[in-house]
């Protein structure tokens, strides 16, 4: 398909945003729209200009027989920091609460632009680092798994707290639920995580952390790696035990009487 | 920020691929970009002739006071078709076979650009169609829902097997599941749909349909109408309630005894 440049920059340029994280030859865009590798490099040259100014994401040019162009999607810390202030005033709206002092939270978490932002924000707070897998416990941390691996350009796996029978042999492991109080299982399928991974957890609100815990000891039976581990929303007010991790939101009262939740800025931003 | 036109058009069209469905001014990128309106009406003319010589999708430009330009994602039939052979292919892999004649398919629907491609094939068959919402059933369908309502730019609607404390107040129909054969519930949490909504329902395997009936009378308790449905494989060989469904693929026998599975493509290329 022969194009104008104009074109084939509006062509490449989608390209590389679907396809971020992938290492592509300048050959494949050259022999695609009939064009001399030269002038493919100098349309890479301008998209990576525009990228960079706009902190759509980093291009990286590789040289050599192997070499090629990687885009690694980012945004900016301004941009981060207003969609987090949004999120914390949408969290603290004030009929999230629900009986039991929990927060409402399926509907930003299901709307795909909200779901796009945090998954650009998360996968942001560890570049640079490899990561092979995006890992969450069903069903809530499932969007949210999925926007950072969409981020990242890699598969997502899900933990269960049941066992289905489509998932074939799985590997279990206990945890301490915080919720009920009591030590339950967590399931994961044999054939979702290959050994030597090197996996990032993700999950939608971090309490007693006894989910998390649960998620890295399964790491170890996988023979994988734990990258780190991001949260949409923490609660401030928890217990916890020791553990390292990236909040967006920290919820820092939840007062059922009076109806009203104080949300501020997690951790993300910090160091 | 201002730009060179050629950064300006990259930026453009990253913006619309980003923002689906979306109508947004002319003037919004004018004055971000210090630029002409005209200057960005030839920059949309460019960028709309890439997008659709390539198949990425359709610009519409509406004029007047409330005008702007909306951004449609769409796929070539040959694109979408060589997807669809390649998944036929990759769920014929013999080892994918579990006990009790079920296949294992979550590697497909844990991997983003399985999932982005398989979104845009869905969304593109239900073009044209007012859709505010789509709904699947947790949790295998979680991933497949989120897809389609990237490419529709709408939220998704997670319809629960379990009562979960985190939803509120909930709304439940009885189903007929084909694979307990037993009448099991089906929940959704009351604040998750609005009433009148127009929703596209997507799910993972049909064989039955009992879970998809469920749905459906579950639409009408929140006063809202049925679409169509969309399921990434059906099973050829089970007794189906009357319906109506786009398949991508069509399973069209199970041998556990051989290890073989026959895939076929399924009726989303019919009409």
Known sequence: MKLRRSERMVVISNYLINNPYKLTSLNTFATKYEAAKSSISEDIAIIKKAFEESNIGEIETLTGASGGVIFTPSISEEEARAIVQDLCQRLSENN????????????LLSTPKILQNIGR???????????????TVATKGVPLANAVANILNVPFVIVRRDLKITEGSTVSVNYASASSDRIEKMFLSKRSLRPNSRVLIVDDFLKGG???TGMISLLSEF????????????????????????????VSEIDVKNNKVVVEVGNIFND
Do not use: C
Not at 96 to 107: A, F, H, Q
Not at 122 to 133: C, H, L, P, S
Not at 235 to 248: F, G, H, P, V
């Open 210 to 212: 006894g989910t998390i």
């Open 223 to 250: 023979d994988s790696h734990l990258v780190g581990v991001a949260v949409f929303a923490e609660n401030a007010k928890e217990e916890r035990e020791d553990m390292i991790y990236k909040s967006l939101l920290k």
């Open 121 to 135: 924000i998360i996968a942001n707070a560890f570049k640079g680092q490899k990561i092979d897998a995006v890992m």
């Open 96 to 107: 999230r609460i629900l009986p039991g002092g929990y927060i409402y939270l399926s509907d």
